[in-house]
């Protein structure tokens, strides 16, 4: 019980402490300036970067699973190959979804 009351007050105490990102900010300058366009691309790469790491590391472990899978039940291999196929595109479709962010952001 005492974890459980220690990790509700730490949770607690993280959430308090991020209020102030909900705050109204002031106006916003005119332009970005030299760097908020920089700035901009330099993340939208880096989250596109993360994105393409978690699919890949999805899609190998899609691909390792249904190898395993199939390697137990070869009569189920067909079923097997094509639900390892739908998965795949849905992983695909979410890295060039994170692609599209990264266009229409940038």
Known sequence: MRKINVLFFTLVAILLAAMPVLAQGGAAPASEGAYGVGLKAIAAGVGFAIAVFGGALGQSRVGAAAAEGAARNPG???KIQTLMILA???IESLVLFALLV???KT
Request: proline share 0%.
């Open 102 to 104: 990264v266009f229409v």
């Open 88 to 90: 795949l595109a849905l």
């Open 76 to 78: 189920a291999a067909g």
